[in-house]
């Protein structure tokens, strides 16, 4: 009998050590989400911004936790909470990393909120990894229950420890690769350079001193988290512009018989976002001694345009509501000169369709090492150029938001802001009205397909520096257009230097979030005090068993004696 017993004890205590071996830290269940780590960026002068760190692997909480249980945890927090304020009182609290859960579509006050986050967190050094994830149904329950989790919130010592014993956590994990500084030979960002030729192109001799005008647009975006921020206005807005004026008016090249004595350069450039870099190349390169394909004289250039934002109207007063057109310069052109009698015919053009338009002056900075507009970079090379954009200023918190999305564009604008820029082209060459109303109102005048089809395939995917190389499938694009309507068109690959660069950005854009159900540590240290406390007492019982035998034996006959 006591064998017997002995066997039966063994089988339970085996029973209890599977059972425990089941119950580990982390349960055989996991889900994945993908997130969007917060843009990393260097300066010169080793100034670091954005996010410093990528890899998570901590228990979650949310900011109603008690601040003791913040520490060292991952917060996963709503936007609607997640103000420049909070972020201060989390990074105090020592939070080990914050993932942002964002809508599918902002409000106006969270446009604002991102905006404010853009506005400081871009500009300082995030010692934490923070991410962004996109609002979902099962993210939302993740957020409900790890919410209502009463084991991390302000209770009793008591009931904190029960609530932490009989609830579930979950362990956040990001093992992505370590971070790594991107090189020339990582990403090679490239300008693309397209040109119609006007005048008589029989005679080269004569081709060459022909005037040039060059329409340009730097086409990558910027904002909060890398691979969200699309750019849609800005400054996706300026390259649509520029392909549909390409279009427009590579027509007029194609015939003899109105080929203008002008020749217009059109110009994509690569990190515009980045101290206008990839413009500031093309200048060093024309302006280097020797031949080379597609090299220009500067010295023929009578202006340059910069289109940059035209996808909708700003406000600029309570009784303004759409600010129209704004020209950008740095030197106010005088009368005499080819972009003064363009800054009047696009004034002249402005008002007849009943376009406000102002001339917007201001100086460079030069103590600033961040120029304002792209135009600068002309002007710094005593080029005449102005921007054209919607923006009456430059600090406007739209031009570098990952909240630009496409449903910020109003189509009617965008294409408005085109024709005016069309028309006035056009005026300027031919000086002509009657040639100027005839193109405007034929079958060359704009195309809103072409227009829309162009924005939606820039605004589906960001287009941050470090995403663009000379291989993106949005550059092929670009350049096929160049190759179509162009009669010169090459792609110039944009340098960076090996020592001492302008900017320095970094990869690991996306990464991939697993969420681990778990058991929290106080659980399994009750278990295991349940389980010694089991196994002692069976062992007590067996080693004492003839004593144990002989109690229950009294006892068994004192009870039948008194109920005798």
């Known amino acids: ?30 889900e994945e989400f993908q997130v969007y780590r917060m843009q990393q960026y260097d300066l010169p002068f080793g100034t670091h911004f954005g996010s410093r760190s990528n890899q998570i692997s901590m228990e979650a909480r949310t900011i109603n936790s008690k601040p003791s249980f913040i520490s060292r945890r991952c917060v996963l927090i709503k936007l609607d909470d997640f103000t420049l304020e909070r972020y201060r009182i989390l990074t105090s609290q020592y939070a080990g990393s914050i993932i942002v859960i964002l809508p ?77 500084q991107l090189t020339q030979s990582d990403f090679q960002a490239v300008n693309l350079q397209g040109k119609l030729i006007g005048g008589d192109q029989s005679d080269p001799n004569k081709a060459k001193r022909i005037p040039t005008i060059i329409i340009t647009a ?19 807005s300026g390259v649509v512009a520029l392909l549909e004026l390409s279009r427009l008016l590579s027509s007029l090249y194609s015939n003899s018989k109105t ?45 340059a345009i910069c289109l940059d934002s035209l996808g909708k109207s700003t406000q600029i007063s309570d009784d303004v509501e759409d600010g129209g057109i704004f020209m950008h310069v740095s030197r106010p052109p005088k009368e005499g000169q080819a972009s003064f009698e ?59 938001t990952m909240t630009d999305k496409i449903d910020n564009i109003d189509r009617k604008v965008l294409m408005r802001n085109i024709k ?31 227009v829309s089809s162009w924005m939606e395939k820039i605004c589906f995917q960001p287009r941050t520096a470090s995403l663009i190389n ?24 944009v340098k960076i230097q090996a020592k001492e660069p302008e900017f320095v950005l970094y990869n690991e854009e996306e990464a991939t979030l697993v969420i681990y159900n778990v058991k929290p540590a106080a659980f399994d240290f009750f278990l295991a005090m349940m389980v010694s406390s ?28 008194k109920s005798n």
Request: charged residues 20%; proline residues 2%; aromatic residues 12%.
């Open 1 to 30: 009998m006591l064998g017997d017993l002995r066997k039966q004890m063994f089988l339970i205590i085996g029973s209890i050590l599977v059972f425990i071996g089941y119950h580990g830290r982390i349960v055989n269940a996991s």
């Open 104 to 180: 599918a579509n902002y409000t106006e006050s969270q446009r604002q909120t991102i905006k404010s986050l853009e506005a400081h967190l871009l500009h300082e050094s995030v010692k934490i990894p923070v991410y962004f994830i996109l609002e979902s149904a099962r993210i939302n329950e993740y957020y409900d229950y790890i919410d209502n989790d009463k084991s991390s919130q302000d209770s009793s010592a008591f009931q904190v420890l029960v609530d932490s014993i009989i609830s579930d956590g979950f362990q956040f994990v990001i093992n992505s690769p370590n971070i790594k």
């Open 218 to 236: 730097h086409y990558d975006a910027f904002g909060l988290a890398t691979s969200m921020s699309n750019g849609c206005d800005s400054n996706g």
């Open 259 to 303: 080929i203008p004595p002008l020749n217009i350069l059109f110009l994509l450039t690569a990190e515009g976002k980045f101290n206008y870099y990839g413009l500031k190349k093309w200048l060093e390169e024309q302006s280097e001694a020797g031949e080379a394909v597609g090299k220009i004289d500067l010295d023929d250039i009578q202006f």
């Open 342 to 400: 363009f800054l009047k015919t696009l004034e002249t053009v402005a008002n007849k369709a009943n376009v406000r338009f102002e001339l917007n002056h201001k100086k460079i900075n030069l103590a600033s090492d961040v120029l304002a507009w792209e135009h600068e970079r002309f002007s710094l090379s005593k080029i005449p150029a102005m921007t054209l954009s919607h923006f009456q200023s430059h600090k406007d918190s739209d031009r570098n």
């Open 420 to 450: 005016l820029i069309y028309q006035s082209l056009i005026q300027y060459i031919y000086k002509n009205d009657d040639v100027t109303n005839y193109m405007v109102n034929s079958d060359l005048d704009i195309s809103g397909d072409f």
């Open 470 to 493: 000379k291989n993106h499938p949005l550059i092929n694009l670009f350049f096929a257009h160049f190759n179509r309507y162009m009669q010169e068109s090459l792609r110039q690959l």
């Open 534 to 561: 089991y196994v002692g007492l069976i062992y007590l019982a067996i080693t004492n068993f003839d004593k144990l035998f002989g109690f229950l034996n009294r006892k068994l006959s004192s009870s039948k004696l």
